[in-house]
């Protein structure tokens, strides 16, 4: 671990941090994992550890409905396109795992559209 990183030893603190965090939610879990040219969401079962559902910016649903906005607009659609998809599971509240990303930017933006979406984060 000495020879980590510094970015990648902070991320993987900050990732622990939120998982400690997310041990107490009662809730199914968003989950999101941001790489350098995509971002990609999906909803976890806390009690099983299944995913129930899974978006990205790749998905055909997210790829017709993009336009302008770069990729914090596909980062927007992810989260709409979650919340439709979880909307139909009848699941309304979820705890957002950020996975050690800072909420900020393309993470922010796809929070936001679930929440536009109908989700409760």
């Not at 509240?93 to 050690?100: K, L």
């Amino acid at each position: 671990m000495a020879r980590m990183a510094h970015s990648r030893r902070v991320w993987l603190r900050r990732r622990k941090r939120t998982q400690r965090q997310l041990a107490r939610a009662d809730r199914p879990l968003l989950t999101c994992f941001r790489s350098a040219k995509h971002i990609y969401a999906q909803l976890v079962d806390k009690e099983s550890g299944r995913t129930l559902v899974t978006v990205s910016s790749r998905s055909p649903a997210v790829q017709s409905s993009l336009g302008e906005g770069g990729k914090k607009g596909a980062a927007r659609a992810v989260g709409l396109e979650i919340a439709k998809l979880a909307l139909e599971r009848d699941i309304r509240e979820v705890a957002f795992n950020r996975n050690g990303f800072v909420y900020h930017g393309r993470v922010k933006a796809l929070a936001d559209g679930a929440r536009e979406g109908g989700l409760s984060l």
